[in-house]
């Protein structure tokens, strides 16, 4: 078939490469225009160097746009990690139309992190669908969906990498051949079960000691490796990665004030929490470089007692 990838970054490469080494062809490649300092994008780059033609846009409502994509003459429009507002003037112009890639299981967590507020909120399972593109935030009806479990350890990082990249760019390929078949079965979202979730950035990464393990701990492996959920020490930022939960079950397993460093081991460091210890084993302080946790105390003079996020 004849392919429009509209996109960027690494998933965006990737579904560029699968279908081509499938041996569709890729008419035309759309990306967001790189901002002043930023490194080349990796799906323009992959583009260039496949010698597809780039068309980097800052938006797709102008009529440059919409007269690019229709002298490309394409079968269809796959759209693979898209930050931008796509309409519907321009997601119609192919002659099969438009079909888009969202990492949560539609119409639960629509918006722009759904990958990190299931975990964060606790569930056990997650998924991606494909749906066609409205103009409504991810609202458009649903042509297939995956499923896939969330472990109790598991982080947003080992989720979306491990599982849903790569089933995400089988589940394009799998889609776009029901679609220009014609056998592609697109199914009303259901109103009723739909939510919304805006961004997980800093201000959502900010940890709260007070609240319970469970919750601190969700909020860790949610944002590991991104945004990075974080304290403060020293009045600047500390990030943690690599958790584990360490639930209390008696009253003596009870160890210090909320927030307070209660051990420092050789290879972890343990902080309170309510209702249990979060153990963690990596560390970011101030935008610096990722440290072991003991490697960072003894660097930063954090010690047993110190209270975080004061």
Same mark, same amino acid.
């Not at 606790?122 to 991606?128: I, K, P, S, W």
């Not at 701990?217 to 959920?229: E, Q, S, V």
């Not at 084993?281 to 003894?298: E, I, S, T, V």
């Given at each position: 078939?004849?392919?429009?990838?509209?996109?960027?970054?690494?998933?965006?490469?990737?579904?560029? %490469?699968?279908?081509?080494?499938?041996?569709?062809?890729?008419?035309?490649?759309?990306?967001?225009?790189? =901002?002043?300092?930023?490194?080349?994008?990796?799906?323009?780059?992959?583009?260039?160097?496949?010698?597809?033609?780039?068309?980097?846009?800052?938006?797709?409502?102008?009529?440059?746009?919409?007269?690019?994509?229709?002298?490309?003459?394409?079968?269809?429009?796959?759209?693979?990690?898209?930050?931008?507002?796509?309409?519907?003037?321009?997601?119609?112009?192919?002659?099969?139309?438009?079909?888009?890639?969202?990492?949560?299981?539609?119409?639960?967590?629509?918006?722009?992190?759904?990958?990190?507020?299931?975990?964060?909120?606790?569930?056990?399972?997650?998924?991606?669908?494909?749906?066609?593109?409205?103009?409504?935030?991810?609202?458009?009806?649903?042509?297939?969906?995956?499923?896939?479990?969330?472990?109790?350890?598991?982080?947003?990082? =080992?989720?979306?990498?491990?599982?849903?990249?790569?089933?995400?760019?089988?589940?394009?390929?799998?889609?776009?051949?029901?679609?220009?078949?014609?056998?592609?079965?697109?199914?009303?979202?259901?109103?009723?079960?739909?939510?919304?979730?805006?961004?997980?950035?800093?201000?959502?990464?900010?940890? %709260?000691?007070?609240?319970?393990?469970?919750?601190?701990? %969700?909020?860790?492996?949610?944002?590991?490796?991104?945004?990075?959920?974080?304290?403060?020490? %020293?009045?600047?930022?500390?990030?943690?990665?690599?958790?584990?939960?360490?639930?209390?079950?008696?009253?003596?397993?009870? =160890?210090?004030?909320?927030?307070?460093?209660?051990?420092?081991?050789?290879?972890?460091?343990?902080?309170?929490?309510?209702?249990?210890?979060?153990?963690?084993?990596?560390?970011?302080?101030?935008?610096?470089? =990722?440290?072991?946790?003991?490697?960072?105390?003894?660097?930063?003079?954090?010690?047993?007692?110190?209270?975080?996020?004061?």
């Amino acid at each position: 078939m004849r392919i429009a990838i509209v996109g960027q970054r690494d998933f965006g490469k990737a579904a560029l %490469n699968a279908f081509l080494e499938r041996g569709d062809t890729i008419a035309g490649v759309f990306c967001a225009p790189e =901002k002043p300092g930023e490194a080349v994008d990796a799906l323009r780059e992959a583009a260039e160097h496949a010698g597809v033609p780039v068309f980097a846009m800052p938006s797709f409502r102008v009529e440059e746009a919409r007269q690019a994509l229709q002298s490309l003459n394409v079968d269809i429009a796959i759209l693979a990690y898209v930050l931008q507002f796509v309409p519907q003037d321009f997601a119609t112009i192919p002659r099969h139309g438009t079909i888009q890639f969202h990492p949560s299981l539609l119409p639960r967590y629509r918006g722009p992190s759904a990958i990190n507020w299931p975990i964060i909120l606790g569930d056990t399972r997650t998924g991606l669908s494909i749906f066609r593109p409205v103009d409504g935030l991810d609202e458009g009806p649903v042509i297939l969906q995956k499923e896939t479990p969330i472990g109790p350890d598991e982080t947003v990082g =080992k989720v979306y990498f491990g599982r849903l990249f790569p089933m995400g760019v089988a589940a394009l390929i799998e889609a776009a051949d029901l679609v220009v078949s014609g056998r592609a079965q697109a199914v009303a979202q259901d109103e009723a079960g739909a939510s919304y979730e805006g961004w997980c950035r800093d201000p959502e990464a900010r940890i %709260n000691w007070h609240s319970h393990v469970d919750q601190v701990y %969700n909020l860790i492996r949610g944002c590991d490796p991104a945004p990075g959920a974080w304290t403060s020490f %020293n009045q600047k930022r500390l990030q943690l990665y690599d958790a584990r939960k360490h639930s209390a079950r008696t009253f003596s397993q009870v =160890k210090g004030r909320i927030g307070a460093i209660t051990s420092i081991g050789e290879q972890s460091l343990s902080i309170s929490a309510q209702g249990g210890q979060i153990e963690v084993f990596k560390l970011r302080y101030d935008g610096g470089k =990722k440290l072991p946790a003991p490697q960072f105390c003894a660097d930063s003079g954090l010690c047993l007692g110190t209270i975080l996020g004061t």
